[in-house]
């Protein structure tokens, strides 16, 4: 019944702020100790977990990309979004949002950093 749905630009110019929202429905993102994350994989290569956003609102992020990631919820939409600064053609990727430990997984979006 739990369905994730990705939205956002697909198309964001290098130095820019990639943001996207996910939106949960058939549950509350509050609710049962859930984990939120967002999960991306470029062009032939592997998935990246991003970080994620509990039911209370603390975060976790991957070392590699906490200087340029935010993970926010607004709670009254039951959503959850992703702000990724500076980007460069490098985070080119299909960029997923998920509930890991209940294999919930949104259909993912196709994201290209071009100018």
């Known amino acids: 019944q739990v369905q994730l749905q990705e939205s956002g630009p697909g198309l964001v110019e290098p130095s820019q702020t990639l943001s996207l929202t996910c939106t949960v429905s058939g549950g509350s993102i509050t609710a049962n100790k859930y984990h939120w994350s967002w999960i991306r994989q470029p062009p032939g290569k592997g998935l990246e977990w991003m970080g994620a956003i509990d039911y209370e609102g603390s975060n976790y992020y991957n070392p590699s990309l906490k200087s340029r990631t935010s993970i926010s919820r607004d709670t009254s939409k039951n959503q959850f979004s992703l702000q990724l600064a500076s980007v460069t053609p490098e985070d080119t990727a299909v960029y997923y949002c998920?509930?890991?430990?209940?294999?919930?997984w949104g259909q993912g979006t196709e994201v290209t950093v071009s100018s």
């Open positions: 998920a509930s890991l430990k209940n294999n919930y």
